[in-house]
C-alpha cells in the first residue's frame, strides 16, 4: 500500500474502521469512504492526504485535532450525518483547506472558532442544518470565502455586518429559510458578490431604497417565492452590471416608474405570478440590452404596445394569463 495514491470505499457498510491503517500509506491523496454507517472518526495521519469524503455516513460528532496529521488537506466533505456538535478545535492545522461541507447535519449554531485555522477556505456548505441567525461578524476569520450556501435551514435574523469581513466573496445562497426583511447593512462589506440567492424565504413589504448598493458587480438577484409587494425607485441602485433579476412569485402591485434606470446590462427580468396591474408607469428605457421579460400571471388589463419601443435587445415577452 506504499504507493497507493487513491482509495475509493464508498457504498459499503462500514460501521468502524482503523484509522490508524492508512498511516503508511505515505501517497495516499485520495480517500472516500462516503455511503457507509461509519459512527465514530479517529484521527488521521496521512501527510499526503488532500481529498476526504465521510459523505452520508452516521457520525455525530467532530472532536478536537482530528485532522492534526492530514495537514495538507484541500477538501473535505462531512455532509449528510448527524453531526450535532463540532469542536473548536476541530479543524486546526487545516490552513491548506479550500472546501468544507457541513451540509445535511443537525448543527444548530455557528462556531466562528471553527474557522479560525481555515486561512485557505473559499467554499463553505452549510445548508440544510438548523441554524437561526447569523450574528455580526460570523465569518470573519475566512476572509476569503468566495462561495457560502446556507439554503434551507431556519435562519429568521441576519444581524448588520454578518459579512462585513468576506469583501471576496462572490456567491451567496440563502434559498428556503425565514428571512423577513432585508436592510442594506446586512449585506456591507460584500464588494465583489455577484450571485444573491434569497428565494422561498419570507421576505415582506417593500423593498427599500438602497438595499443592494453595497454590491457594485451583482450580477444575478433571485428572490422568488416570497412576500414582496413594492420596489422602490432606488431598489437597486448601484447595480449597474446586473444581468439577471428574478421576483416572479411575489405580491408585486406597485414598482417605481424608473426603478430599472441603471440596470443597462440586464438580460433577464421576471415578473412573472405578481399582482401588476398595469404597466404604463413603470419605465423600461434604460433596458437597452433585455433580451426576456415574464410579466405573466399578473392583473394587466391594459398594454400600450409602445413600452417595447426601448428594448432593441428583446427577444422573448410573456404575457399569458392575464385579463387583457
Known amino acids: 500500500m506504499l504507493k497507493l495514491e487513491k482509495l475509493h470505499a464508498s457504498d459499503n457498510h462500514i460501521t468502524d474502521l482503523d484509522w490508524n491503517a492508512f498511516t503508511t500509506s505515505s501517497f495516499l491523496s485520495i480517500l ?13 495521519n496521512v501527510s ?3 481529498h476526504l469524503m ?46 468544507l461541507n457541513l451540509s445535511a447535519n443537525a448543527l444548530k449554531e455557528i462556531n466562528p472558532s471553527w474557522f479560525v485555522p481555515l486561512s485557505s477556505l473559499r467554499v463553505l456548505h452549510l445548508q440544510r442544518n438548523f441554524f437561526k441567525s447569523l450574528p455580526q461578524e460570523t465569518f470573519d476569520t475566512v476572509g ?14 441576519v444581524e448588520a455586518d454578518a459579512f462585513v469581513d468576506n469583501g471576496y466573496l462572490s ?46 458587480e451583482m450580477l444575478s438577484i433571485y428572490l422568488q417565492n416570497n412576500l414582496i409587494n413594492s ?3 432606488y431598489t437597486f441602485y448601484n447595480l449597474d452590471a446586473l444581468e439577471i433579476l428574478d421576483v416572479s412569485y411575489n405580491e408585486i402591485n406597485y414598482i417605481a416608474s424608473w ?11 421576471n415578473l412573472a405570478h405578481n399582482g401588476l396591474r398595469t404597466l404604463p408607469g413603470i ?42
Open 171 to 216: 456567491t451567496l445562497s440563502m434559498r428556503g429559510n425565514r428571512l423577513t426583511n432585508l436592510t442594506r447593512l446586512q449585506f456591507r462589506g460584500l464588494r465583489k458578490l455577484k450571485y444573491l440567492y434569497l428565494e422561498g424565504n419570507a421576505i415582506s413589504g417593500s423593498l427599500e431604497n438602497d438595499i443592494f448598493s453595497e454590491m457594485p
Open 48 to 50: 499526503s492526504m488532500k
Open 32 to 44: 472516500d469512504l462516503s455511503n457507509n454507517q461509519i459512527l465514530d472518526l479517529g484521527p488521521l
Open 231 to 233: 420596489i422602490y425607485r
Open 144 to 157: 476569503r470565502l468566495q462561495t457560502l450556501t446556507l439554503d434551507y435551514n431556519k435562519i429568521s435574523v
Open 259 to 269: 426603478a430599472f434606470l441603471e440596470q443597462k446590462n440586464l438580460r433577464e427580468l
Open 283 to 324: 419605465r423600461f428605457e434604460g433596458l437597452s440590452k433585455l433580451e426576456f421579460i415574464d410579466l405573466s400571471s399578473n392583473r394587466i388589463k391594459r398594454l400600450r404596445p409602445s413600452f417595447i419601443n426601448y428594448m432593441d435587445s428583446i427577444k422573448f415577452i410573456k404575457l399569458g394569463n392575464n385579463p387583457l
Open 54 to 99: 465521510l459523505k452520508n455516513n452516521s457520525i455525530d460528532s467532530v472532536t478536537e485535532f482530528l485532522f492534526v496529521g492530514v495537514p495538507l488537506l484541500e477538501d473535505l466533505d462531512l455532509s449528510d450525518n448527524n453531526i450535532e456538535d463540532v469542536n473548536a478545535n476541530a479543524f486546526a492545522s487545516l490552513g491548506h483547506l479550500l472546501s
